[in-house]
Structures are given as C-alpha cells and as structure tokens.
C-alpha cells in the first residue's frame, strides 16, 4: 500500500535539493533527475506544489519518459486536498486606444492619406509630362 500525502506535504519539496510533483494523483520525487530532464530544472521547480498534470501532459512526453515516472514514484495524492480547478476568465477591461485618438479619424485617415498619395502621383505624372512635350 503506498503513502497519501497532502497537497501540503508535497507542496513543502519545492526547491532544487528536494523537488516533488504531483500528475495523474501520484507523487514523484524528480530531485535526482532534475539535472537529467530535457527541459531543464526550472520548468519542473515551476510545477511543485501544484497539481502538475496539465504541464506534463501539454508537453506531449514520450512512452519511454512516462516508463521512467515509476522510478521517481513516492506515493499517492489525497485528492480532497487539491483544489478545484476554475476555468480562466480574463478580467473585462475597457478597449485601450494607446494614442488616444477618437477610432473615427483613424479610419478616416486609412481612407484619405492612400487618396491623397494618388492624387500626389497622379499630379506628379501630370507635371513632369506637361514639361517633357
């Protein structure tokens, strides 16, 4: 029978000489693979004291890496402990309008300086014909 441990309890192996992640509701101590994993030491340090599932699984890992998990297995996670996960809403925020300039002149701009360089061209075509004849 293997060891229940707290969010808590894991939650204190979050540093480079003592380093547990929680995925998949077991708990691993990666301490000595951290100089060994691909992505480096800190992206596993960045998912202690967390329910780390949605970062191992967004990475896409191996058949071969998910074999070595059992080598760093240390027990299960006492689900009642990790809290709900809670969909991300962004926090409603006005349109920002960095140059402060009212959007109806912005789009009479886009209209009349491309207007405005024609007529230019045109009048420049004009101008240098009139005086080559």
Request: aromatic share 10%; with cysteine.
């Amino acid at each position: 029978m293997s060891k229940v441990y707290t969010l808590e309890e894991v939650a204190k192996h979050n540093h480079k000489d003592d380093c547990w992640l929680i995925i998949g509701g077991k708990v691993y101590n990666v301490t000595k693979f951290l100089e060994d994993h691909p992505g480096g030491d800190d992206v596993l340090i960045s998912s202690t004291a967390k329910d780390a599932t949605d970062d191992f699984e967004d990475v896409g890992h191996s058949t071969t890496a998910r074999a070595m998990m059992d080598e760093y297995y240390v027990g299960d996670v006492d689900t009642s402990t990790i809290p709900a996960r809670q969909k991300y809403v962004p926090p409603k925020q006005p349109h920002y309008n960095q140059d402060k300039t009212p959007e109806f002149i912005i789009k009479i701009l886009q209209f009349l300086v491309p207007l405005a360089i024609l007529g230019l061209a045109v009048a420049i075509r004009i101008y240098t014909k009139s005086e080559s004849a």
